[in-house]
């Protein structure tokens, strides 16, 4: 059919589409986008369905009334410049919240960047250690004095250890320890590590030293260790540099 009688049409340039050519010619390139691309509107971040059921795209502003319509947007030149922006301003802001988050990382406090305390030892202070019993309910315990004249520290701690508690070197202490005392009482029971507890007091420069506390009775001391009671307390005198630590067994 020759078309080149048509309003406007050029010899040899072809002639002006109809509309039922137009139409045809817009079914199928509707058909060949449907067949070439899958719209997945759950894992497209851009699309979404209004109210009147129209399909909308939230990086372009734009409104599509089918499916054919937002996949044939998706591929056309205000689309794919609008996402390259936006891949430039993903990267500004992720490259800036990763210097933010450096910078907060390095102001905390950590072992790399705490400076280690070194002191010059001075040896290990005098104690005294005294079996107590109380009138009234007649229970047994002990009442232990740490003299620290030359404490570098404001105040001393301490803390009630399991063997399990303690560093390899000062298990194979305690264990010698031990065997010491079987010696010297002549006694052939056999005593376990963990028949013991072990009070560790620490006031620097002085070195650590630690009581052996026998671990047949339970210490009656409240289940929160920085509280004290009637049977379980300590007391730190600044004025003669003297800790007093005293509990007493259920």
């Given at each position: 059919?020759?078309?080149?009688?048509?309003?406007?049409?050029?010899?040899?340039?072809?002639?002006?589409?109809?509309?039922?050519?137009?139409?045809?010619?817009?079914?199928?390139?509707?058909?060949?986008?449907?067949?070439?691309?899958?719209?997945?509107?759950?894992?497209?971040?851009?699309?979404?369905?209004?109210?009147?059921?129209?399909?909308?795209?939230?990086?372009?502003?734009?409104?599509?009334?089918?499916?054919?319509?937002?996949?044939?947007?998706?591929?056309?030149?205000?689309?794919?410049?609008?996402?390259?922006?936006?891949?430039?301003?993903?990267?500004?802001?992720?490259?800036?919240?990763?210097?933010?988050?450096?910078?907060?990382?390095?102001?905390?406090?950590?072992?790399?960047?705490?400076?280690?305390?070194?002191?010059?030892?001075i040896g290990k202070p005098q104690f005294k250690l005294t079996k107590i019993r109380d009138p009234d309910s007649?229970?047994?315990?002990?009442?232990?004095?740490?003299?620290?004249?030359?404490?570098?520290?404001?105040?001393?701690?301490?803390?009630?250890?399991?063997?399990?508690?303690?560093?390899?070197?000062?298990?194979?202490?305690?264990?010698?320890?031990?065997?010491?005392?079987?010696?010297?009482?002549?006694?052939d029971e056999e005593l376990e590590a963990n028949d013991y507890q072990y009070l560790v007091v620490s006031a620097?420069?002085?070195?650590?030293?630690?009581?052996?506390?026998?671990?047949?009775?339970?210490?009656?001391?409240?289940?929160?260790?920085?509280?004290?009671?009637?049977?379980?307390?300590?007391?730190?005198?600044?004025?003669?540099?003297?800790?007093?630590?005293?509990?007493?067994?259920?």
């Open positions: 059919m020759d078309y080149s009688d048509r309003v406007n049409a050029k010899k040899g340039a072809g002639a002006i589409a109809g509309t039922e050519e137009t139409n045809v010619h817009t079914k199928k390139r509707i058909q060949d986008l449907l067949a070439t691309h899958v719209l997945d509107l759950d894992n497209d971040p851009y699309v979404f369905r209004n109210h009147l059921g129209f399909l909308e795209c939230k990086l372009c502003l734009t409104t599509h009334v089918s499916e054919s319509s937002y996949i044939s947007h998706l591929g056309g030149r205000k689309h794919q410049l609008n996402l390259e922006r936006r891949r430039i301003l993903d990267e500004k802001y992720n490259q800036r919240n990763l210097h933010q988050l450096q910078d907060k990382i390095s102001s905390l406090t950590s072992i790399n960047n705490v400076e280690k305390r070194s002191w010059k030892k007649l229970k047994v315990g002990l009442l232990i004095n740490v003299k620290l004249p030359k404490i570098g520290v404001e105040e001393p701690f301490f803390r009630i250890m399991s063997y399990y508690e303690l560093t390899s070197k000062n298990q194979i202490t305690c264990m010698n320890f031990i065997e010491k005392v079987k010696q010297a009482e002549e006694d620097e420069p002085y070195d650590n030293i630690a009581v052996v506390i026998p671990n047949t009775k339970e210490i009656d001391k409240p289940q929160d260790n920085t509280s004290m009671s009637d049977t379980y307390w300590w007391y730190w005198d600044r004025d003669t540099k003297e800790l007093f630590i005293q509990f007493m067994y259920k």
